[in-house]
Nanobody, 123 residues
Framework: QVQLVESGGGLVQIGGSLRLSCVASGRTDSNYYMGWFRQAPGKEREFVATISKSGVGTYYADSVKGRFTISRDNAKNTVYLQMNSLKPEDTAVYYC????????????????WGQGTQVTVSS
């Protein structure tokens, strides 16, 4: 079992930045991809970014490419999502998750999830 706790969400103005963190505990052998998803009200959960076990491989949704950066620190069992140039359409609850699949982009490829952290971008 892996427990995940996200933090760092909040209210930010258009064009601003936030850094989300997700700390893993329990079975933290780090032999898994860690990903970020988001879900806005009335919408399906969507893929944002994922990072390989070593941290070398990173993959992004087109909607966030060039604005968001995913990274991880295996010594701290933590994955980060640096979000810059935020837009109103980035408003959502952001979830982190773990997967033992290769380059997982779909929610059903992930097995453990955090509770989420709210990000609100307003003018």
């Amino acid at each position: 079992q892996v427990q995940l706790v996200e933090s760092g969400g909040g209210l930010v103005q258009i064009g601003g930045s936030l850094r989300l963190s997700c700390v893993a505990s329990g079975r933290t052998d780090s032999n898994y991809y860690m990903g970020w998803f988001r879900q806005a009200p009335g919408k399906e959960r969507e893929f944002v970014a994922t990072i390989s076990k070593s941290g070398v491989g990173t993959y992004y949704a087109d909607s966030v490419k060039g604005r968001f950066t995913i990274s991880r620190d295996n010594a701290k069992n933590t994955v980060y999502l640096q979000m810059n140039s935020l837009k109103p359409e980035d408003t959502a609850v952001y979830y982190c998750a773990t997967s033992y699949r290769a380059i997982p982009r779909r929610p059903n490829e992930y097995n453990y999830w955090g509770q989420g952290t709210q990000v609100t971008v307003s003018s």
